[in-house]
């Protein structure tokens, strides 16, 4: 199903938290919002003592006091269930509701997101809550929507509590009904790990070095997003029994351990991300490399293909750093507030809300900035926020359209959530995908994401003229069917190394890489070699040009493919590296090695996919390319000015101006030319 957010205008928010400020602030905050291009509020996420501040003695008064306030103006507001921040009451009577680390030592009131979802008291404490705050505010007009809890697994993505130990024997047992399919599936007769009774069954707990049977921690994850997608369908369960049709559901965030596409299809409207692009600069404050902002450009990535268009929950507006230590990071500097907006933009998102309005006076968050500072005044960010809210209506004709892209990166959570733990599929697999992103990013070739879901389809994969699914160690028939089925009807699949060697469980088959692939790839994988830092330095040969052959070479048997590719500098010299196979209407590039940027470049123009700017304007490598609709936007990441030149003259949307010949963007700044 489609999920997307729906709205008639580019729109700013900001995240606001009435409880930290003194009450005679809110009015004027509100006023000042407005007056800057502000229409919409996020608030509550963490305000579970102001609804219940004893256990079972519910109180409305403090919110329903805002919300008065909040009414008298124009302000809308996206209200939260606050079950991020679970109280100390209920912690401290109830410490079984606690998450715990793996050697079950419980992590304490005193953070946040310190609970497990698999509590039964958590649980019903949550339902509770959660129906009493909606039956109360679900008739309040400025509620334009809910957010469901807070970044789901931000600051921890591991459940050990013995509620999850329970669970997931519970998950188990339901999924293989008997001891001796688990048995086999998580390949227990090795290191006589067989169990014999279901109460020895537990997810993965300390061992001598801490590692631990792969297939079990391959399923403990896929439990860990079961429960978290369970935890949020049980909170979006009882708000959709209270909400107006129009009122939508959302949830925040991208992180590990929970499948975010089935989170959306089973509990809400559409998705939301937080986007904080200056953490690229903490660890290296002078790096003058243009693709760090793209790291961002990458999550954007992930989202849209969740939801086409969607929501910026948390843009970042001011410096981040934590009061514990560990990250510190500079100011916006003039002009990248709003490029990080026209990033988000360009991706997809039509709501854009900062985090937050104010800097924090108290607690672990009073380096991490809003628009404004503790003192209150006006500033520099704010009247970038400003002067950005003027130019959106500028934008208009982009509401609603989708980013256009031929070429889509395909991904899915078995690979991702394997790689994690696997030294040769975790680094072979991550490498090919940047190779993928930097090189289309740095030849400004839009790309999307595709997850192999239950929800995709043949049909979504039929959009795209090339998918390239570079970490593919794990095949499921599921998506081997689609992919036959992509390439049959004319599709182009470029697959990379170790595609296929695992199944479902992450055991390794004895079947010849890429298994269930290998007739779309029209061969097999023969022999293989880690190239590690002693090695050679071997290349891979295409079309009489050497190119880099970084981490993983498989030396390739071809069966119905052409040899498209050899290898020189290393002791397998002239084995086939690269096949190519044509196979119903469409063909199949299978190459040997991890990609490299160059490999991406050579397949790119092999494939006569080129970027959407060729024959209007050439950009050097630190602008982005995007297209939404009938805009391409233009955005330079670098502090200096970005020379461009245009081969037809085109109109920027944003200035008005009919841009021809030589032109500059200026640092940090942003064209969007109007295609027509
Ligand atoms: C987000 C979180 C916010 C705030 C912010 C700090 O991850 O949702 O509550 O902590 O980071 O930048």
Not at 324 to 347: D, E, F, V, Y
Request: charged letters at 25%.
């Amino acid at each position: 199903m489609d999920k997307r957010l729906k709205t008639e205008k580019l729109t700013l928010g900001t995240c606001y938290y009435p409880e930290h400020w003194p009450e005679e602030l809110w009015a004027d905050d509100i006023r000042r919002m407005l007056d800057n291009g502000i229409t919409v509020i996020r608030i509550a996420e963490f305000a579970w003592n102001k609804f219940e501040p004893e256990e079972g003695v519910f109180d409305f008064t403090f919110f329903d006091h805002f919300l008065d306030v909040a009414e008298k103006t124009d302000i809308k507001v996206i209200f939260c269930t606050p079950t991020a921040t679970p109280p100390a009451w209920l912690t401290e009577k109830y410490p079984e509701t606690l998450n715990a680390f793996r050697d079950g030592t419980l992590m304490r009131h005193g953070l946040r997101r310190h609970y497990n979802y698999n509590s039964e008291i958590l649980k019903t404490k949550t339902a509770e809550l959660v129906d009493r705050m909606a039956e109360h505010y679900a008739s309040r007009k400025c509620i334009i929507g809910w957010q469901i809890d807070n970044e789901f697994n931000c600051e921890a993505n591991e459940y050990y509590s013995e509620a999850d130990h329970c669970a997931f024997r519970e998950y188990v047992k339901n999924k293989y009904g008997s001891l001796d399919r688990l048995n086999e599936a998580w390949g227990t007769v090795f290191w006589n790990q067989t169990y014999t009774d279901w109460q020895q069954v537990f997810l993965p707990r300390t061992t001598p070095n801490n590692v631990v049977n792969p297939h079990q921690l391959l399923e403990a994850k896929a439990f860990w997003s079961y429960s978290t997608r369970n935890y949020c369908k049980l909170q979006s369960d009882i708000l959709r029994k209270y909400l107006p049709e129009d009122v939508f559901i959302t949830h925040n965030g991208f992180f590990g351990h929970v499948d975010s596409h089935e989170m959306t299809q089973e509990s809400l409207d559409f998705m939301m991300y937080d986007s904080y692009p200056n953490f690229a600069y903490v660890l290296d404050f002078n790096s003058k490399n243009p693709m760090k902002d793209r790291a961002w450009s990458w999550n954007l990535c992930h989202i849209r293909s969740i939801s086409p268009i969607f929501g910026v929950m948390e843009q970042q507006s001011g410096p981040n750093g934590a009061y514990n230590g560990g990250i510190g990071a500079a100011s916006p500097k003039p002009g990248q507030l709003r490029l990080w907006t026209m990033q988000s933009i360009a991706h997809g998102a039509d709501y854009i809300s900062y985090f937050r309005w104010r800097t924090s006076w108290i607690g672990t968050e009073i380096y991490w900035h809003g628009i404004l500072d503790q003192n209150n005044r006006d500033n520099r960010r704010l009247k970038e926020v400003s002067e950005l809210s003027k130019e959106l209506p500028r934008l208009q004709q982009i509401v609603g359209k989708d980013y256009e892209a031929e070429v889509a990166i395909a991904f899915d959570y078995l690979n991702d959530w394997d790689s994690e733990s696997d030294g040769w599929h975790g680094p072979v697999g991550r490498k090919s995908q940047d190779s993928w992103f930097d090189a289309m990013q740095k030849a400004h070739v839009p790309c999307d994401f595709l997850y192999f879901t239950d929800e995709c389809s043949s049909d979504m994969l039929s959009r795209y003229k090339l998918i390239v699914y570079p970490d593919a160690a794990i095949v499921t028939e599921r998506t081997s069917l689609m992919l036959h089925e992509y390439v049959s009807n004319g599709g182009t699949l470029v697959i990379g190394p170790l595609t296929g060697y695992k199944d479902q469980y992450g055991r390794v088959p004895m079947t010849a890489a890429p298994g269930l692939l290998a007739d779309i790839a029209g061969g097999t994988v023969d022999d293989f070699t880690f190239v590690s830092r002693y090695d050679e330095n071997p290349k891979v040969v295409i079309s009489g040009k050497e190119l880099e052959a970084p981490l993983f070479n498989e030396m390739l048997k071809p069966d119905s493919a052409e040899i498209a590719g050899t290898y020189c500098g290393a002791w397998y010299e002239g084995q086939p590296a690269v096949l190519f196979n044509r196979f119903g209407k469409g063909t199949c590039w299978t190459y040997g090695s991890a990609f490299s940027e160059e490999a991406v470049l050579e397949l790119l123009s092999k494939e006569g996919i080129s970027s959407p700017a060729e024959g209007i304007v050439s950009v050097p490598e630190s602008v982005e390319v995007a297209v939404r609709g009938r805009a391409m936007f233009l955005m330079n990441y670098l502090e200096s000015a970005a020379k461009v030149s245009f081969s037809v003259p085109k109109k920027d949307i944003l200035s008005g101006d009919i841009i021809s010949g030589e032109a500059e963007i200026p640092g940090f700044g942003v064209m969007v030319l109007d295609l027509d």
